[in-house]
T-cell receptor, first 113, second 112 residues
Framework: GESVGLHLPTLSVQEGDNSIINCAYS??????FIWYKQESGKGPQFIID?????DKRQGQRVTVLLNKTVKHLSLQIAATQPGDSAVYFC????????????FGTGTQLKVEL | DTAVSQTPKYLVTQMGNDKSIKCEQN?????MYWYKQDSKKFLKIMFS???????INETVPNRFSPKSPDKAHLNLHINSLELGDSAVYFC???????????FGSGTRLTVV
């Protein structure tokens, strides 16, 4: 399944399916992007990152795609598991007065058994 | 060992009170941050310190005063607490290599 949204949307997927979480970023000068996972009651946890000179990066079960033309970022999770249930945030790094990560609004991923 | 630790984890207080949240990191990072997460999960940067020097102050009311006694600590003091200050406050740190942040587990502040 896929999700796009400005509010906190919810994406529900069946265990074992692939998940796609989308994000629109705002600053064309951003040079680095990160996906974070936040479980209930915990702080955001780093998942995967990508630099602006790349368009794809793969990790273990996760892939990040970057389309700078339309300022779009996506996170693909293969074979989604119950432990993947969390809120996912994209973040963009900007310079100027100090490096700063600006977060997107987040997507709630629910994995159904 | 916890990399970025915040205390307290929960804080319930009345309007008008003054309170502090403490943060410590043992990662040897030079840069630390405070973020505020509202009830809709939106994360917004408040402050950033690099080696005890304030480098980012994002239009936060001056009731909020960060203090960094050394580069491993960044505390947040809030005066005259208001209902709208209720949120989860996250501390984070970043090393000189790369831009990824390590976050603490958050402090849930409830103003009643």
């Amino acid at each position: 399944g896929e999700s796009v949204g400005l509010h906190l949307p919810t994406l529900s997927v069946q265990e074992g399916d692939n998940s796609i979480i989308n994000c629109a970023y705002s600053n064309s000068a951003s040079d680095y992007f990160i996906w974070y996972k936040q479980e209930s009651g915990k702080g955001p946890q780093f998942i995967i990152d990508i630099r602006s000179n790349m368009d794809k990066r793969q990790g273990q079960r996760v892939t990040v795609l970057l389309n700078k033309t339309v300022k779009h970022l996506s996170l693909q999770i293969a074979a989604t598991q119950p432990g993947d249930s969390a809120v996912y945030f994209c973040a963009e790094n900007t310079h100027g007065g100090g490096n700063k990560l600006t977060f997107g609004t987040g997507t709630q991923l629910k994995v159904e058994l | 060992d916890t990399a970025v630790s915040q205390t307290p984890k929960y804080l319930v207080t009345q309007m008008g009170n003054d309170k502090s949240i403490k943060c410590e990191q043992n990662l040897g990072h030079d840069t630390m941050y405070w973020y505020k997460q509202d009830s809709k999960k939106f994360l917004k940067i408040m402050f950033s310190y690099n080696n005890k020097e304030l480098i980012i102050n994002e239009t936060v009311p001056n009731r909020f005063s960060p203090k960094s006694p050394d580069k491993a600590h960044l505390n947040l003091h809030i005066n005259s607490l208001e209902l709208g200050d209720s949120a989860v406050y996250f501390c984070a740190s970043r090393g000189n290599r790369g831009y990824g942040y390590t976050f603490g587990s958050g402090t849930r502040l409830t103003v009643v």
